[in-house]
């Protein structure tokens, strides 16, 4: 009341209040073995927040309705500090709950796989390789197919494939997907006749340059437009009409050197880096919107046997005496079915995803030395072969 200081004071107290009284025990449904876990937290969380909240409205009171800077700073690095220690604390429940719940699923069927029958499909780079794999598996499961690669001959190969086999729609579209103007000429055309898309995989990219230890500038930018710009003009482009229909499927074929650097193919390993933290942000945005029915797959392979590129750099670098080369066929199984199935992120070979998640434990530097450790001989090769 003395200067407006117990107003101030009451305010202050008054949020407290309001926090203390958002601090509810979560409600749970079927299969929430997750949910309650990460509600768990979530009410830790929120109870901290309580406590701080509370004792900076006493020491506003005591205060006489003012407190410094400084003291504020340190209540806020307090609080962080006490909930990053009950987080660690709780991170073994979590892991726990995390892997009975993935049992449980698979036990129950809790996550029985959606149908796809009727629906459109858009999959880039499907020309050939692990992209015509892919679109073979969607027309199996009942899927309209649009074929689009930079390469039509080869799009119209693979809808070839599909039309001698299955039963369902397919046409071969040419398109730059580095451009978005294309990309939007090529919604219109398969809207047209196909029908709404409601399946996307970006699956076009580059792996190599021709010059891996010296690129130039121009594959460089080619190599980043290609694996990383054009995965945000197909969102921009595709992802409107499945908001509009509350519906959808977007698969991005990102890569396991995302995860495990690749020496001397740093463009490839950033691109690949990107599309995974994209796909999480995305995953994010489509849970804030309460868009439930969208679900966001990132795939991590490791190298397949889809091309003679491919297979020759494998064999420099003696990948398949770590583990053999996954083929094209079972990539594609795998992915659509982890697609369907919602998965958020699908590692080929599935051993890679409990590695890469250990390895993630050490510090950077030790992360380097143990990947160095693995495959610096490997390397090696591939820059000698190279150079």
Sequence with gaps: MVNGRLPHARIHLGTALKVAANCRTPRTGSCGH??????TVSQFCRSIQCVFAILSARLWLKAGGKMSEAVRNTLVKLQAFIGLIGFAALTPLLILVAVLSRLIAKLCCCSAPKSIEGEVAVVTGAGHGLGRAIALELARKGCHIA????????????????QDIYRVRAKAYKANVTSHGELVELNTKVVEDLGPVTVLVNNAGVMLHRNMIDPDPVDVQLMIDVNLTSHFWTKLVFLPTMKALRRGFIVTISSLAGVFPLPYSTSYTTTKAGTLAHMRALRMEMALENQKDIHVTTVLPTFLRTNSDVTQLTDTMGVAEL???VSGEEAAHRIVAGMLRGEAEITLPGLASLLYRLIQIFPADWQDRLILLLSSSRFKKLRDERS
């Design 34 to 39: 997750t949910r309650i876990a990460i509600s």
């Design 147 to 162: 074929v689009v690669d930079i390469n039509v001959s080869g799009a119209e190969n693979t809808v070839k494939q599909i």
């Design 323 to 325: 583990y053999p080369l």
